[in-house]
C-alpha cells in the first residue's frame, strides 16, 4: 500500500513537471490578420493604376492629360503617413473618385497610399512643372505607368526618393470580425514584402474615423 502510494505521487509531481514544461514552451507565433490578402495587395497594385493618372484614361480634356503627382500628406502623425509624399492607387477607380456621391465605397475595394520619404532637390524649380521629369513605365493601356515624383512644400522642391512603405485599406464585408465596419488596415514594409501590421490599427483609425465618406477622405 506504501509503495502504491509513492507511485501515485510520482505520476502526480511528474504530471505537474510536463504541465509547466509545455506552460513554459514558447508559442508558435501566428500570422498577422490578413497577411495573406495583404500580401497579395502589395503584389498587384500597381497594375490598378493611380487614381491621378491621366495619361492611363481615354482623353476627356482638351488639353494633354497630366500624370499622377507626388503629394504631401495632409496628416501630421509622423509615425504613419504624415510627413511623407504619397501616391495613391485603387482596385475600383470609378468607385473611388464617386465616393462624394456614392457616400459607402463598394464590398471589395481596396486604396493603397504608396509613400516615400520626401528629399529637397534641386532637379526641378519650387512649383515648376516639367514634363521631362516624369517618369514613365512602359506597358499596354492598362499597365503603363506615369508619375511625376516631385513636390513644392513652403517654397522649396522636393522629390519622391527613399520608399517608406504602403498604407493599405480594404474593404470587407461590415460584418468581418476584427475589422472597423468592413474596414481592415494594413502597413506592409517599403519591399512590399512583410505585413507590419493590420485589422483595426488605432494609429489609421483615429484618423479615418473622422473622414466624411466611409472612412475615405476622397479625391
Known amino acids: 500500500m506504501h509503495r502504491s502510494r509513492l507511485s501515485l505521487l510520482a505520476i502526480g509531481v511528474f504530471g505537474v ?13 501566428s500570422d498577422p490578420p490578413f497577411e495573406k490578402e495583404l500580401l ?7 497594375s490598378w493604376g493611380r487614381v491621378d493618372d491621366e495619361m492611363r484614361w481615354a482623353p476627356y480634356l482638351c488639353r494633354e492629360p ?11 502623425d509622423a509615425e504613419t ?10 482596385k475600383n477607380r470609378k468607385d473611388y473618385i464617386e465616393i462624394g456621391k456614392t457616400k459607402s465605397a463598394s464590398v471589395g475595394q481596396v486604396i493603397v497610399k504608396e509613400s516615400w520619404i520626401p528629399q529637397e532637390t534641386a532637379d ?21 505607368d506615369h ?4 513636390a513644392t512644400k513652403a517654397g ?27 474596414w481592415v488596415y494594413g502597413t506592409i514594409d517599403a519591399e512590399g514584402q512583410k505585413v507590419t501590421s493590420a485589422g483595426k490599427v488605432e494609429s ?4 479615418h474615423v473622422d473622414a466624411k465618406f466611409d472612412r475615405l477622405f476622397g479625391k
Request: with cysteine; charged share 25%; proline share 6%.
Open 124 to 144: 526641378v524649380k519650387p512649383g515648376a512643372f516639367d514634363r521631362k521629369g516624369v517618369i514613365h513605365t512602359s506597358g499596354g493601356k492598362t499597365d503603363a
Open 147 to 150: 508619375f511625376y515624383p516631385f
Open 40 to 46: 497579395q495587395v502589395a503584389k498587384n497594385y500597381k
Open 156 to 182: 522649396r522642391a522636393y522629390k519622391a526618393s527613399k520608399r517608406a512603405g504602403l498604407f493599405v485599406m480594404m474593404k470587407l464585408d461590415p460584418k468581418t470580425a476584427g475589422t472597423d465596419d468592413g
Open 66 to 76: 497630366n500624370p499622377a503627382m507626388a503629394r504631401f500628406s495632409s496628416s501630421g
Open 17 to 29: 513537471l510536463v504541465l509547466s514544461l509545455l506552460a513554459d514552451a514558447p508559442k508558435p507565433k
Open 81 to 90: 503617413h504624415g510627413e511623407k509624399l504619397y501616391s495613391l492607387f485603387a
Open 204 to 207: 489609421c483609425m483615429k484618423c
